[in-house]
């Protein structure tokens, strides 16, 4: 498979104290489902940032489609060419979709990324009116995105990727503060999408998704390491890695004389889980 996305021993670290990443090594090749795995403030979020060049190494070198991607190329007020092919190829979902969000209709958000892209204005069109039928959200179509629900919101957000036609959707918490129903179209959309052949990589602690989102799990520790980077129901099997990284935690429940040990995942709705969690 042809990598997209190398990072060579690359660090990253806050206000040039904090560290968020520690040394990382790692190749993402088109069309794979990845999901990036860690506690909250392990650096998984820093790693998606990386990798939509919203943040740059402080260490190490990141390449896309074979091209460096300094910050310098990236943050001058005249976008070159490599920028704005990697704008193109590469969609964004943030984990708050009130940072995306900032038109004044539904209908306009969705059409603002093609709008960008040189795209006809009748082809903007009917890529737009495609994509809300496509996820439902007509009748959202000219409701003001700031009156939505959080679910409604998401929705909106990723359709405006989607408009775009994005080869890589880099996804951050997806399903996070999502009722069930919408976790399960998430879920479903994701899948859709995989099997179209985009390379979707995922960021989330929700560890009762992550075999049906992905085939490739990776781990970053509390420590800012990569601790794990192989396929999805192996890591999900490691109960002791996923203990040592803070993704399940052990409780020790007594009955009468006995003593039951349980495992319990760290997800959105903090369900309770056992060994498969």
């Known amino acids: 498979m042809e990598p997209i996305f190398e990072l060579n021993s690359v660090s990253y670290t806050y ?71 990697f704008r193109k190829k590469v969609g964004f979902l943030f984990q708050n979709p009130d940072i995306q969000l900032f038109s004044s209709t539904v209908f306009d958000e969705v059409a603002f990324g093609p709008l960008q892209l040189d795209i006809p204005e009748d082809e903007v069109r009917q890529r737009t009116e495609d994509v809300i039928r496509m996820l439902g959200i007509g009748s959202l179509r000219d409701r003001a995105p700031h009156t939505l629900s959080g679910g409604e919101k998401k929705k909106v957000c990723i ?11 880099l996804l951050d918490e997806p399903t ?35 075999e049906k989102i992905s085939t490739r799990a990776i781990v970053v520790g509390e420590d800012h390491t990569i601790r794990a980077d192989r396929d999805s ?45």
């Open 176 to 210: 996070g503060g999502l009722d069930p129903r919408s976790q399960a179209w998430l879920v479903g959309l994701i899948q859709t999408l995989a099997k179209s052949g985009k390379t979707v990589i995922t960021a989330t602690h929700d560890l009762n998704i992550v």
């Open 233 to 277: 129901a192996s890591v999900l099997a490691d109960t002791e890695l996923l203990v040592d990284t803070n993704l399940i935690h052990r409780h020790l429940h007594r009955h009468g004389k006995l003593v039951h040990e349980h495992l319990h995942a760290h997800t959105h709705g903090h369900e309770h889980g056992h060994e498969s969690a």
């Open 159 to 169: 359709a405006s990727i989607l408009a775009t036609n994005p080869d890589v959707l």
């Open 15 to 85: 206000l040039n104290r904090f560290p968020a990443l520690k040394d990382v090594n790692l190749t993402f090749c088109a069309g794979e489902q990845v999901a990036i795995l860690g506690a909250n403030g392990s650096g998984k979020s820093t790693l998606l940032a990386i990798l939509n060049a919203l943040n740059y190494p402080s260490a190490g070198e990141f390449r896309a489609f074979g091209h460096p991607v300094t910050e310098a190329e990236f943050d001058t007020l005249e976008e070159n060419a490599f920028n704005r092919f």
